[in-house]
């Protein structure tokens, strides 16, 4: 089975696609989005579509709904927590269109997967809420329970996030596809040995302790050159 990734270029897109990863057998391929854009160019869709992929996952990237609509492929699945127009005879897993709560994309992929994932959705909701995630009193007390699992505090949690965003601050698309292998190898960093530098180095430079998710394992994924 080919399948192709889209993920969004952030911590919610990056950790949801590795885990997304992780759970697939067969060949996956990524197609990282420009940064800073939210479709897909005329060309990059031609070169997506003539790789006449078996299944197309699109996660945490809200795209148009003509975009979706020119990607071609024997299924498409989207996994997401944006409000979007849906598009006949796609896939969609988004707790946000069933009225729920959902502060990440990794709630919905955990629905789709059937596996709760503590660690990974609740660095991914810091990512995308910051800290604004601690005014959600359900979503919090999730935090508090991973903090008591994981001995790991909010800071380090937000650390990691700020690691993960890295790649992207510095628009490094390869750098954000190392990301994903590396978590979807290894599982989601949640210790480092180093501090966070002020510049902000590319994230993959900054793990050093691994937390493995069980079950996991990985799925060896590359990017296109022609893609990016």
Same mark, same amino acid.
């Given at each position: ?11 919610? &897109? ?7 990863? &992780? ?29 006449? !992929?078996?299944? +197309? ?21 989207? +996994? ?52 604004? +995630? ?29 690691? +993960? ?24 960093? !949640? ?29 060896? &994924? ?7």
């Amino acid at each position: 089975m080919h399948i192709l990734i889209i993920p969004h270029w952030d911590t919610d &897109g990056v950790i949801s696609a590795a885990l997304l990863a &992780g759970n697939l057998n067969g060949k996956v391929d990524y197609y990282i989005p420009d940064i800073g854009s939210y479709t897909i160019k005329e060309n990059s869709i031609k070169k997506i579509n003539s790789k006449k !992929y078996d299944c +197309i996952f699109i996660v945490d990237f809200a795209l148009q709904k003509k975009i979706v609509q020119k990607l071609k492929a024997k299924k498409i699945i989207i +996994i997401d927590h944006h409000l979007i127009k849906k598009v006949k005879g796609v896939e969609y897993y988004n707790l946000i269109l069933k009225g729920k709560d959902c502060p990440c994309s990794v709630m919905s992929l955990i629905e789709y997967l059937d596996k709760d994932y503590l660690l990974e959705s609740c660095i991914a909701a810091i990512g995308d809420k910051e800290q604004n +995630i601690l005014r959600n009193e359900k979503f919090k007390k999730r935090i508090e329970r991973c903090q008591r699992k994981f001995k790991i505090d909010f800071n380090k949690m937000y650390k990691i996030k700020n690691l +993960i965003d890295s790649s992207y601050m510095l628009a490094r698309k390869n750098e954000i596809l190392r990301t994903i292998n590396l978590i979807s190898n290894k599982g989601i960093l !949640y210790k480092a040995e180093r501090p966070l530098l002020k510049w902000m180095r590319p994230a993959p430079y900054e793990f050093r302790s691994l937390w493995s998710s069980a079950g996991s394992r990985m799925m060896p &994924g590359r990017i296109d050159p022609g893609m990016i």
